[in-house]
């Protein structure tokens, strides 16, 4: 009998597809050749393309959600998305793969197309309960959008592309005269815009997933870096950058944190494997941002807390596809 056929997503539209190959990679690599059959499906605007882990092609039908790996076509089993950014983070992927009746183990449509916009996610936090910056969304650029923003949210603030990942097109701004620059920055990335308080503190992020049907965080991470905040150049590529598992955290806010992101998993209706990322002030936890597809290379903090947490990472990958089969 053939083994179930996995189909691994990566690519995307967006400046993380070179991220989503590392993630991808590492998914596939740790997938147990002996209980399931993988082959990638790339995505990108051009094109959808399928092939094997060692690149070799495979017919691919697009609208069955299909491949050939010799009988003849036949529709994947599950589907691992490993997508930053649109479309496997912002519910399309979902969407398609929920009409082609194929499960796959990230939050649903909804869940996922409201937690890809920053807005969004905190807002809907903030009326939940949850203690977030105070923030605002801009659609669009006029006379007054500077002062308004300096009038909403003051300075040091964070301006952010609303819908965008891996710190791509964020600016910290400390200055007037900086805001301008920021937004333009953050403007080519996206059309809608959220310039957020600053909130001082330790950077925490805590990593959430549903094993055996329990939701379950992971130890917490705290990341210190010499530059001004966790950019793209600290998260990829600064020789400096620590990410301390589990972080050296007073035992009650450990345990806030790894509560508050088991719970906002929960509120939100994820699945799968996210990042909460959160800054305590050493009076409070304040969330910042929820990731859906965290990034997964080797580089990447969620498989370390997944090793930190006495779980693994093979296990994990194959334990979330296990699920997806049983459902």
Known sequence: MPLPFIAVFRGGYTGESVISHQSARTMMDALDTARFEAAYITITTEAWTCERADGTPLPFDRGACAADRGPGLERFAAALIAIHGTPGEDGRLQGYLDLM?????????????????????????RQLGFDVAPSVLLQGRDAGTEAHVLDRVGLPCFVKPDNSGSSLGISKVKTPAELGPALDKAFAEDDTVMCEAFVAGRELTCGVLRLDGAVKALPVCEIRTSH???????????????????????????????????AIYRAL?????????????????????????????????FPKMLVAAGIGVAPAVNALVQEMLDR
């Open 101 to 125: 009746g194929v499960p796959y183990q990230t939050g649903g449509v909804l869940g996922m197309a409201v937690s890809m916009s920053k807005f969004s996610t905190t807002g809907l936090l």
């Open 228 to 262: 001004e905040f966790f950019d793209y150049e600290a998260k990829y590529h600064a020789p400096d950058t620590q990410e301390i598992i589990p972080a050296p955290l007073p035992d009650e806010v450990t345990r806030t944190v790894q509560e508050r992101s088991a």
């Open 269 to 301: 209706d994820l699945s799968g494997m996210v990042r909460v990322d959160h800054m305590w002030t050493g009076d409070r936890v304040v969330t910042i941002e929820v990731n859906t597809t965290p990034g997964f290379s080797g580089a990447s903090i």
